[in-house]
């Protein structure tokens, strides 16, 4: 005997995946949001500035 299937249940199914493939290729189109790229340049180079900060400086050159 064939299996039962709710329209209304595949329906659903298919427009998320529909909806997650769009938004897959919307992220592959735009990319990080502005701020979340400012605010990962702002912490690394926090990150750098305090390691030259507590760099200890031998004199011999290394």
Known sequence: MAELV???V???RAR???DDQ???ANRLVH????????LEDAQQSKASR?????????????
């Open 10 to 12: 595949a329906r659903k």
């Open 6 to 8: 709710n329209l209304r």
């Open 16 to 18: 998320r995946r529909a």
């Open 50 to 62: 305090d390691l030259d900060s507590r760099r200890i400086d031998r004199g011999d050159g290394r």
């Open 31 to 38: 990319g990080r949001p502005n701020h979340q790229r400012k």
């Open 22 to 24: 769009r938004a897959d």
